[in-house]
């Protein structure tokens, strides 16, 4: 299928580093080989960009040390106005960042629109953020001495950053990074660079120097994140991706003690209680659910439904799934793109067919979509189990399991019996039992009678094995800072 535009019409953004060549995106730079980018609604190779290596790491690493003396020093309100102008030139690209991301990722237009203006309000709370990184005073417990702190940015960063929000995972990073006056060399992932490249043009457009925003995109990921772990010049090194990469990228990062930033997986549960209003507690659901079709580290992967309503709410649900319209992401209505590649489809249908095998029930669903190669059918599953590998392993898929339980004890055990530790949600109309169950979740982050928890202001991260550290909010610029502690004696 061709695409149903030109795309030159995104050379703008992405002229720090390609051209147009036979109706495909081609990076300029030489490197050893190239790597290609697919539109994973239509498998069409998109771009041809040159692979890079650990060596071209290493000098951009070169660069971000030597230019760091200089964003260091300069005040933090002149790297804030170059924030707010990096902020204003994606506002004015919106609606192309969200096509070029909708190409490469493939979720639906709307969506990636919504994913632009997220990852940009990163960009806006860090730019005011950083005028506020306070020290303190502290009260002396020597008459002769004043004890004071300041903090710091920390030095050179590196960041390695998945493709399910191309541009969100990267903005959540990169701004708190330079707001802090650290410099940064960023790997985006192979899957989706491009996203990468036009927020890049457009920092520098704003004129944030070259050498404190890099980009290394390549195949090579283990080589590069060899290279970012074991270089002591790298003072943080900050990860969104999977489980097992973060814990490979800790261990190397141990020998030169790395401070860490980790968002790793999650298996969120979705509690809903009889006490619930079904109606928001469907709505909640549907967004933390089917959004980017499962793919993202908060969405629900559980469903846990008391004995009470559970049939009720499985016709409900069931009925709700109907308004999904799968299909490609330019296309006007679609509410469902295409998995990112037949991998993450192929995990999906193993999944469900585990499931199947154990004696759950596919109510709807439960195959892959005729839209294509990379889609699949949104999926409801009932009388499924806590042990069935659909409700131990993140699905990243449209596929909701629902269990059910009697007890408020009994749903607090399931959700917390996982290694992860991310996000959960739960709907209850009692105030008691919302105290109650919101302390006793081991998550970092609690969605009550509410699906869609995450904002540039609030704290983003996880608890146990889903991670370290804390991005957006106040924290989130923490994460980039030292404090140092200054005692001055002979007064
Ligand atoms: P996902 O399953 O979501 O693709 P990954 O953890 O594999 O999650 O990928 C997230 C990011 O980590 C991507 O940028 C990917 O290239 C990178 N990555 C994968 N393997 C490694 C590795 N061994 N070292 C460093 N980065 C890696």
Not at 34 to 53: D, G, H, K, M, Y
Not at 440 to 462: H, K, Q, R, T, W
Request: hydrophobic fraction near 45%; glycine fraction near 8%; proline fraction near 4%.
């Amino acid at each position: 299928m061709a695409q149903p535009f030109a795309l030159d019409r995104f050379l703008p953004l992405l002229n720090s580093c390609c051209t147009l060549q036979d109706g495909v995106l081609v990076s300029s730079s030489a490197a050893e080989g190239t790597f290609e980018v697919l539109n994973p609604a239509t498998q069409e190779v998109i771009a041809r960009l040159a692979n890079q290596t650990a060596a071209d790491t290493e000098e951009a690493i070169d660069r971000a040390e030597a230019a760091l003396p200089a964003w260091r020093a300069m005040p933090a309100k002149s790297r804030s106005a170059l924030l707010k102008q990096w902020f204003a030139l994606i506002q004015q690209h919106a609606d192309d960042l969200a096509l070029l991301m909708t190409l490469e990722q493939g979720k639906p237009v709307a969506e990636a629109l919504g994913e632009v203006q997220y990852g940009a309000s990163f960009i806006e709370w860090f730019a005011e953020e950083a005028k506020r990184a306070y020290g303190e005073v502290i009260p002396s417990p020597m008459s002769n001495r004043r004890l004071v702190t300041v903090r710091q940015g920390i030095g050179v960063v590196a960041a390695i950053t998945p493709w399910n929000f191309p541009n969100a995972m990267i903005t959540r990073k990169v701004a708190p990074a330079l707001a802090a006056g650290c410099t940064i060399v960023l790997k985006p992932s192979e899957e989706t660079p491009l996203s990468a490249i036009a927020l890049l043009t457009l920092a520098r457009e704003a004129g944030i120097p070259e050498e404190v925003f890099q980009l290394v995109m390549s195949t090579r990921a283990a080589d590069i994140g060899d290279v970012m772990c074991h270089d002591s010049r790298v003072r943080k090194l900050t990860f969104t991706g999977s489980t097992p990469v973060g814990k490979l990228l800790m261990r190397q990062c141990a020998d030169t003690v790395k401070k860490l930033g980790l968002e790793l997986g999650g298996n969120a549960p979705f509690i809903v209680f009889d006490d619930a209003d079904i109606d928001a507690a469907i709505k909640g659901l549907m967004l933390a659910k089917f959004r980017n079709a499962g793919q993202t580290c908060i969405c629900a992967n559980r469903v846990l439904v008391q004995d009470g309503i559970y049939d009720t709410f499985a016709e409900r649900l069931a009925q709700a799934m109907d308004a999904l319209t799968v299909g490609n992401g330019t296309e006007q209505g679609i509410t469902t793109g295409p998995l990112i590649n037949e991998r993450a489809v192929a995990k999906v249908e193993r999944l469900v067919n585990e499931a199947r095998e154990a004696g759950a029930k596919v109510i709807r669903g439960g195959q892959r979509d005729s839209s294509g190669q990379g889609f699949y059918v949104p999926t409801l599953v009932t009388q499924a189990t806590a042990d069935m590998s659909l409700c131990r392993e993140e699905i990243f898929g449209p596929v909701a399991p629902l269990i059910r339980f009697s007890t408020e004890e009994e749903a607090v055990a399931i959700a917390n019996d996982t290694p992860f530790g991310l996000a959960a949600y739960f709907y209850s109309r009692d105030i008691g039992r919302a105290w109650r169950v919101g302390e006793a979740l081991e998550y970092g982050m609690v969605g009550i009678n509410e699906g869609g928890i995450s904002n540039e202001v609030a704290p983003f991260g996880g608890v146990k094995e889903s991670g370290l550290g804390r991005e957006g909010s106040r924290h989130g610029l923490e994460e980039f800072m030292e404090i140092k502690y200054l005692c001055m004696g002979g007064v």
